[in-house]
C-alpha cells in the first residue's frame, strides 16, 4: 500500500488507507469487537480468505487493526481496532 508524502488535503491519506472495496467493510465489522479471521469470512459476503488477510495486513501496517494471538493448540487469532482505530471508528 502506497501512502502519500505530500497531500494538498488530510482526506487524500485517509482515502490511501481505506480505499478499496473491503476496508471499510472490515473496519465496520471490527466496530462491533473482537472477531475471529473465520467470523470475519462469514459476515462479510463474497470476500475471499486471501483478500481478507490482504486487507487486515494493511490496516495492520497502518495502526487501524492489531491482532491477539492466544496460546496452545488449535491457535486462535482474534482482530480488534486499535485506539487509532477506534478514534476513526467513534467520529462516525
Known amino acids: 500500500m502506497i501512502i502519500r508524502e505530500k497531500c494538498t488535503c488530510p482526506l487524500e491519506i485517509v482515502h ?3 480505499k ?3 476496508k ?3 473496519v465496520f ?3 462491533n469487537g473482537n472477531t475471529s479471521l473465520a467470523q470475519l469470512e462469514r459476515d462479510i459476503d463474497q470476500i475471499t480468505q486471501k483478500m481478507l ?4 495486513r494493511e490496516l495492520q501496517s497502518c495502526g487501524i487493526v492489531d491482532k491477539i494471538k492466544t496460546e496452545g493448540y488449535p ?3 482474534e482482530y480488534y481496532l486499535t485506539d ?3 478514534n476513526c471508528w467513534m467520529r462516525y
Request: aromatic share 4%.
Open 16 to 18: 490511501d488507507i481505506i
Open 20 to 22: 478499496g472495496k473491503w
Open 24 to 26: 471499510t467493510m472490515i
Open 29 to 31: 465489522q471490527l466496530g
Open 53 to 56: 488477510l490482504q486487507h487486515l
Open 75 to 77: 491457535l486462535h487469532v
Open 84 to 86: 487509532r482505530g477506534e
